[in-house]
């Protein structure tokens, strides 16, 4: 296994939820909670894109570097292959934390995602999804009423825990 296999499969599991308030100018500080997370690897530089929802999604730059890798080995021939990168990377950003440990959301973005001045940063194991606060919300609490029918669809329905199995 190369060096690259190893830093990109390596599975960073971030947790947390935290409310977190944007600046007149976009800017927001990196949660404490969050900030302990992060390897000691990690840089202060991440990639922003769009979500698949109505949100936002930071990787650190060695879980973009195994994203970037994996989308170059998808095959360009393929109309569908080259509709996804599209819609996948449009909008991707590098973003550095400040000297004061805040980083600042590219308008483009914040306007994609409807983001106002109260936002949820909320981890999501290899990666952070960025919401409004409100929008965040109403979305869990829609979707709270099909999580046990998610569950089974996504882990088994059958009788053994998924989660126990070798």
């Known amino acids: 296994m190369g060096e690259s296999s190893i830093q990109t499969d390596e599975m960073i599991g971030f947790l947390g939820e935290y409310d977190v308030t944007l600046d007149a100018k976009g800017r927001f500080l990196l949660p404490a909670g969050f900030r302990k997370q992060l390897p000691e690897t990690s840089a202060n530089q991440f990639v922003i894109n769009r979500g698949f929802e109505s949100c936002l999604t930071l990787y650190t730059m060695d879980q973009w570097q195994g994203i970037s890798q994996k989308l170059n080995e998808l095959n360009d021939f393929n109309p569908k292959v080259r509709e996804f990168k599209r819609l996948f990377l449009n909008g991707a950003t590098i973003v550095e934390l400040d000297s004061a440990g805040r980083m600042n959301l590219p308008k483009s973005l914040m ?26 919300y109403r979305y869990i609490q829609d979707s709270a009423a099909n ?8 882990a088994g329905g059958d009788f053994f825990n998924p989660f126990t199995q070798a």
């Open 111 to 136: 306007e994609s995602a409807g983001l106002k001045k109260e936002i949820i940063f909320s981890a999501q194991g290899n990666k952070v999804e960025i919401w409004d606060k409100e929008k965040y």
């Open 147 to 154: 999580f046990s029918n998610l569950a089974a669809e996504v």
